[in-house]
């Protein structure tokens, strides 16, 4: 059975997001002053700091996303976990440290430092808000999906227990709280899914039985999107046994059916040799709704371990230029999108000085490589362990540990689900301290004592846990690493422009960062609206009717916004010492 309520997991959930309430009240008794708030008074520890950035970094998207796309996709999933790796050496030798000396408690600090411009904060926050929303969407969907095997509720449960668990957090502690649940959250995550792989590699490949191979499933949609496979209803408990888990072995190198442990290197490289039967979707819209047919195929091991041979970028190695634009936009989304994050960017000023924002980031980087390195491991270990959920590629790591033990399914689902709260709490704490220092107290130039930005924070971090909850129902079954790449388009044409221009032009004027802000996050948001994917998955519609040709935006969003900002400098760089306003 794929899913059904587990009563070790249901324990280990209810103690993990006890501990992290208890905890986010005591630390929430502690955070009295605005600093304390929106920045931990900017005294965590480095290495404090830098596992909270993994924490912070490694969402729902790394976790679930990564892991399944690399269990269905092979090593076209991997290379998410380049690109988002990549990101941080952007962070760390441009980022770092001048964020740190410009700033105070928001990424409009920084850009603000020169000017003392409304207009630049104004920008700058609506910038954090539609940012932190769309990284929000892929958090709230990889909600639902951990809440039907962790307590066989509906997937609606799930986003609406996060959003209210988080809202709690959020107004009871802000960022001391937040700062601590990442630090435990990001070194749980790395530790058991350091102990995922050992399990992997001691468990070694096995060729799996001919019974269980070469099983096509049909599941039947109708136009109140109730399910069927292969005739029975889909849905939870035991109906939910219809489902054929997939990801075989089907044959090894020199005839051997199993392997026995295996080191990390002789791994790889009896799976490259091996054949693997996946899963492939066809998708056929009829009057009443749609039919979806799951087929299995086979690949060869060498063909699942290089990019381009699957759907999901095999686009890179045909003859239209479109797919290899749409691949290379998407890689500089994730490299440039890591250093543009709200939620990263505020994490420098929780730290005391420049050394320590630049050692937190190392400690970061070294935490966040090793855990990507890992998901390559727990993705192939779920392609080949007969776990997989053809309906949804988001729970391989988890059906994966299932395969183990219940006692690690129970506790790999319970940190996932934490590892969700907490990167939505930072992401809401980043998105309420933008609107009350940025916009009600720097555009609006209204006046707010501690206790006021404090509460106008709140209130703000409230309403925008509706709206993560409003969209994560809508963007169902969205794989949440795809829907993180928008976020990190957005954050990447609208923000990183900016810094970089402030940081490294002085020709650069208040209405060229307004201008280039606005311009990288109104066009980007708009492009992913009218994009191929969004109307194939959101609206319904055939990919061929999209606006534009591409589903990524940031090839051109980001080179505009950048172009923008030097037009418009040039344009009012006579203007640059008038009063701002």
């Given at each position: 059975?794929?899913?059904?309520?587990?009563?070790?997991a249901?324990?280990?959930f209810?103690a993990?997001?006890?501990?992290?309430?208890?905890?986010?009240?005591?630390?929430?008794?502690?955070?009295?002053?605005?600093?304390?708030?929106?920045?931990?008074?900017?005294?965590?520890?480095?290495?404090?700091?830098?596992?909270?950035?993994?924490?912070?970094?490694?969402?729902?998207?790394?976790?679930?996303?990564?892991?399944?796309?690399?269990?269905?996709?092979?090593?076209?999933?991997?290379?998410?976990?380049?690109?988002?790796?990549?990101?941080?050496?952007?962070?760390?030798?441009?980022i770092?440290?001048?964020?740190?000396?410009?700033?105070?408690?928001?990424?409009?600090?920084?850009?603000?430092?020169?000017?003392?411009?409304?207009?630049?904060?104004?920008?700058?926050?609506?910038?954090?808000?539609?940012?932190?929303?769309?990284?929000?969407?892929?958090?709230?969907?990889?909600a639902?999906?951990?809440?039907?095997?962790?307590l066989?509720?509906?997937?609606?449960?799930?986003?609406?227990?996060?959003?209210?668990?988080?809202?709690?957090?959020?107004?009871?502690?802000?960022?001391?709280?937040?700062?601590?649940?990442?630090?435990?959250?990001?070194?749980?995550?790395?530790?058991?899914?350091?102990?995922?792989?050992?399990?992997?590699?001691?468990?070694?490949?096995?060729v799996?039985?001919?019974?269980?191979?070469?099983?096509?499933?049909?599941?039947?949609?109708?136009?109140?999107?109730?399910?069927?496979?292969?005739?029975?209803?889909?849905?939870?408990g035991?109906?939910?046994?219809?489902?054929?888990?997939?990801?075989?072995?089907?044959?090894?190198?020199?005839?051997?059916?199993?392997?026995?442990?295996?080191?990390?290197?002789?791994?790889?490289?009896?799976?490259?040799?091996?054949?693997?039967?996946?899963?492939?979707?066809?998708?056929?819209?009829?009057?009443?709704?749609?039919?979806?047919?799951?087929?299995?195929?086979?690949?060869?091991?060498?063909?699942?371990?290089?990019?381009?041979?699957?759907p999901?970028?095999?686009?890179?190695?045909?003859?239209s230029?479109?797919?290899?634009?749409?691949?290379?936009?998407?890689?500089?989304?994730?490299?440039?999108?890591?250093?543009?994050?709200?939620?990263?960017?505020?994490?420098?000023?929780?730290?005391?000085?420049?050394?320590?924002?630049?050692?937190?980031?190392?400690v970061?980087?070294?935490?966040?490589?090793?855990?990507?390195?890992?998901?390559?491991?727990i993705?192939l270990?779920?392609?080949?362990?007969?776990?997989?959920?053809?309906?949804?590629?988001?729970?391989?790591?988890?059906?994966?540990?299932?395969?183990?033990?219940?006692?690690?399914?129970?506790?790999?689902?319970?940190?996932?689900?934490?590892t969700?709260?907490?990167?939505?709490?930072?992401?809401?704490?980043?998105?309420?301290?933008?609107?009350?220092?940025?916009?009600?107290?720097?555009?609006?130039?209204?006046?707010?004592?501690?206790?006021?930005?404090?509460?106008v924070?709140?209130?703000?971090?409230?309403?925008?846990?509706?709206?993560?909850?409003?969209?994560?129902?809508?963007?169902?079954?969205?794989?949440?690493?795809?829907?993180?790449?928008?976020a990190?388009?957005?954050?990447?044409?609208?923000?990183?422009?900016?810094?970089?221009?402030?940081?490294?032009?002085?020709?650069?004027?208040?209405?060229?960062?307004?201008?280039?802000?606005?311009?990288?996050?109104?066009?980007?948001?708009?492009?992913?609206?009218?994009?191929?994917?969004?109307?194939?998955?959101?609206?319904?519609?055939?990919?061929?009717?999209?606006?534009?040709p591409?589903?990524?935006?940031?090839?051109?969003?980001i080179?505009?916004?950048?172009?923008?900002?030097?037009?418009?400098?040039?344009?009012?760089?006579?203007?640059?010492?008038?009063?701002?306003?």
């Amino acid at each position: 059975m794929l899913y059904e309520a587990n009563t070790l997991a249901i324990i280990v959930f209810v103690a993990l997001v006890g501990a992290t309430l208890g905890f986010s009240f005591w630390l929430g008794a502690r955070a009295k002053s605005s600093a304390a708030y929106f920045a931990a008074g900017g005294q965590i520890h480095w290495f404090v700091n830098g596992i909270a950035f993994a924490g912070d970094y490694l969402s729902a998207a790394s976790f679930l996303g990564i892991c399944g796309m690399i269990a269905f996709y092979g090593f076209d999933g991997f290379l998410y976990s380049i690109g988002y790796l990549a990101g941080w050496i952007v962070a760390l030798l441009v980022i770092a440290e001048p964020l740190k000396r410009l700033g105070k408690f928001t990424f409009a600090d920084a850009l603000d430092s020169r000017f003392q411009s409304r207009g630049i904060q104004a920008a700058a926050g609506v910038s954090t808000l539609i940012v932190s929303l769309f990284y929000l969407i892929p958090q709230m969907v990889g909600a639902g999906t951990l809440i039907k095997p962790l307590l066989g509720l509906e997937y609606w449960h799930g986003v609406v227990m996060v959003g209210t668990v988080v809202m709690v957090i959020v107004v009871t502690a802000g960022m001391v709280s937040t700062t601590y649940v990442q630090f435990l959250k990001g070194g749980l995550l790395v530790l058991f899914s350091l102990l995922l792989t050992v399990l992997i590699l001691a468990r070694g490949l096995q060729v799996a039985p001919a019974e269980k191979l070469n099983q096509t499933q049909t599941i039947v949609v109708d136009a109140q999107d109730n399910k069927t496979i292969d005739g029975k209803p889909l849905g939870l408990g035991a109906e939910e046994s219809n489902v054929k888990p997939v990801g075989y072995l089907k044959s090894l190198p020199g005839g051997m059916t199993e392997t026995g442990p295996l080191g990390p290197i002789r791994y790889l490289s009896l799976l490259a040799q091996s054949e693997i039967e996946i899963t492939t979707r066809k998708v056929e819209k009829t009057a009443d709704g749609r039919v979806e047919t799951l087929t299995p195929k086979t690949y060869t091991g060498s063909e699942l371990l290089t990019p381009g041979n699957l759907p999901s970028f095999a686009g890179i190695r045909g003859d239209s230029w479109f797919p290899k634009l749409d691949f290379i936009s998407l890689m500089l989304a994730l490299f440039g999108g890591t250093a543009s994050l709200p939620h990263i960017l505020i994490r420098y000023y929780t730290v005391k000085d420049q050394a320590a924002a630049r050692k937190s980031t190392i400690v970061g980087i070294t935490s966040i490589g090793f855990f990507y390195i890992l998901t390559l491991y727990i993705g192939l270990g779920a392609m080949v362990s007969g776990t997989l959920d053809p309906t949804d590629s988001n729970m391989a790591a988890p059906l994966l540990a299932k395969s183990f033990s219940n006692l690690l399914f129970a506790a790999v689902s319970a940190i996932a689900f934490t590892t969700v709260l907490g990167t939505v709490s930072g992401l809401i704490v980043a998105a309420g301290g933008s609107v009350a220092h940025d916009i009600v107290g720097g555009f609006f130039g209204i006046k707010l004592s501690e206790h006021s930005a404090i509460r106008v924070a709140k209130i703000s971090s409230i309403a925008i846990g509706i709206l993560a909850i409003r969209f994560g129902l809508a963007f169902e079954g969205m794989n949440v690493t795809y829907l993180v790449g928008w976020a990190f388009a957005i954050a990447a044409s609208a923000n990183l422009p900016a810094l970089l221009m402030l940081l490294f032009w002085k020709g650069t004027t208040k209405q060229g960062l307004i201008a280039g802000i606005l311009c990288g996050v109104l066009v980007s948001l708009a492009w992913v609206l009218v994009s191929p994917d969004m109307f194939k998955n959101m609206y319904g519609l055939g990919a061929d009717k999209a606006w534009v040709p591409l589903s990524q935006p940031g090839i051109f969003t980001i080179p505009m916004s950048f172009l923008v900002i030097y037009v418009v400098s040039l344009a009012t760089r006579s203007k640059a010492s008038a009063p701002s306003r």
